[in-house]
């Protein structure tokens, strides 16, 4: 590359960017790379920005690889976009969301594992990781956030920013909580993200928690239905469909419009799921008169 006088930018451990001018010959680029200090010497305003940012000072050890150390490791090798072939990198607005993915897991792979993002209703919108996080420009929030938590996740969630307003889904709104506090947004292998299993989750703040005095009914379990279904949101705050409710409300609830002449199989196959609600009796209004004693 010759000799090319470079303006070399020392990030400090404080995050500040002191600017010196000395001549000196740049590194011959290994298998392509050009090295951070080329890329400062015209993208020096995103040095400066990106100097208070903590993905330099993690980024800028010369201990790791070249790939993933400094620009390079998000935007490729920069040798021929040095030697003027300017669309010769990777640009972030033209990759694919999977591509996006694979730059960013190659140093965060251990916090964020592929098989469980790709689980997630968040990439299967397609959600980026630059959606929620800056990684140029230095930010208030942790983890390089562009918002708090329960902001970035009211974006998309507007219905669950509804109830936190109403307090209807725990104490976020007091600050006591933030949606990381119950949820990884980056996947895990629980439903709907949970950190832990929920009744371990839960358990975690509520080492026992009162019941309801509604629960306190001997009848609960067969009367629960009006409350549930007026209150759903209430319920679903400590017991979860899948892990609690299917446990008995394993065929479709409410049941669909059929359901009273195409019920056989759902009910010869849970039964014991359809007297959790319904008395033998209530099922002898239709089957008593059947021929033959069909169950």
């Known amino acids: ?52 940012v903590s993905h330099s000072k993690v980024l800028l050890d010369k201990k790791r690889p070249a790939d993933q150390r400094g620009c390079e490791a998000c935007h490729g090798p920069g040798a021929r976009h040095v030697a003027g072939e300017r669309k010769v990198i990777v640009a972030w607005e033209r990759l694919k969301l999977r591509e996006q993915m694979a730059i960013c897991l190659k140093c965060h792979q251990e916090s964020v594992k592929a098989e469980w993002w790709q689980a997630t209703s968040h990439a299967k919108m397609e959600l980026t990781c630059t959606a929620c ?42 600050g006591l909580l933030e949606c990381n506090s ?41 009367a629960h239905r009006p409350k549930a279904r007026a209150e759903r949101d209430k319920c679903l705050m400590c017991h979860s469909q899948e892990g609690f409710c ?16 195409e019920h056989g199989p759902a009910a010869r196959a849970h039964r014991q799921a359809c007297l959790n609600c319904h008395e033998k009796k209530y099922c002898l209004l239709c089957h008593e008169a059947v021929p033959g004693g069909r169950d």
């Open 1 to 52: 590359m010759g000799k090319l006088r470079l303006i070399f930018l020392l990030l400090t451990s404080a995050g500040t960017v002191v600017v010196l001018r000395p001549l000196f010959s740049a590194p011959q680029p290994q298998h392509g790379y050009a090295g951070t200090e080329v890329c400062f010497v015209c993208h020096i305003d995103f040095a400066r920005r990106w100097g208070q």
């Open 133 to 174: 996080h800056e990684v140029h420009r230095p930010v208030k929030q942790e983890h390089l956030l562009l918002r708090s938590p329960r902001e970035t996740c009211s974006q998309c969630h507007e219905r669950m920013a509804e109830q936190i307003k109403a307090g209807t889904h725990h104490p976020l709104a007091e």
């Open 182 to 222: 119950c949820h990884n947004v980056h996947g895990t292998p629980y439903p709907r993200a949970l950190n832990q299993q929920q009744e371990a989750l839960c358990a975690v703040c509520h080492d026992r928690v009162p019941q309801p005095e509604s629960h306190q009914r001997s009848d609960w379990r067969r």
């Open 246 to 261: 299917n446990r008995c409300h394993i065929v479709p609830l409410p049941h669909p419009q059929k359901f009273v002449t």
